[in-house]
């Protein structure tokens, strides 16, 4: 029986995954994750809603990710705080949805759940709105 858990919204500019970076200083190598700062302030922005025992259950995550409108989706002139009949209501550029969908999971691991592999459904929208955001409803399968 599935059970809504948490619905939660962090404001602001939703960030994708970025690749890992690898490195090489004389004989030495290493990898490090460049969106490590976004996780963090992610997850520090959700820990405040967090359960005391994040989950060990199977889960379905469904995400909004918001983003600002450009210019060109608003008329000209005095009706410049109008929306053009013709602007779009799904954002289809990048960034790509995978990794907004990644550096959610990665951020919410530990937190909200246990691991993100209990993850066994994720449904993903790119939006535009007035009011970028993100929004996350956790789901108990």
Do not use: W
């Not at 937190?111 to 449904?123: C, N, Y």
Request: aromatic content about 10%; glycine content about 4%.
């Amino acid at each position: 029986m599935e059970e809504l858990f948490c619905h939660l919204t962090v404001l602001g500019d939703p960030k994708p995954q970025k690749r890992h970076k690898h490195f090489r200083r004389g004989k030495f190598s290493g990898t490090y994750d460049p969106s490590s700062a976004d996780k963090d302030t992610f997850a520090s922005v959700v820990q405040k809603n967090a359960p005391e025992v994040p989950l060990n259950t199977p889960i379905e995550m469904v995400l909004f990710f918001y983003f600002k409108r450009p210019k060109a989706h608003y008329k000209t002139g005095k009706n410049s705080n109008c929306l053009r009949d013709d602007a779009p209501e799904y954002h289809s550029s990048r960034p790509d949805i995978d990794n907004l969908v990644k550096l959610v999971g990665d951020a919410l691991n530990g937190i909200f759940f246990k691991d993100d592999a209990l993850i066994s459904r994720v449904t993903a929208h790119k939006l535009y709105s007035d009011k970028p955001r993100t929004e996350i409803i956790i789901i108990k399968l």
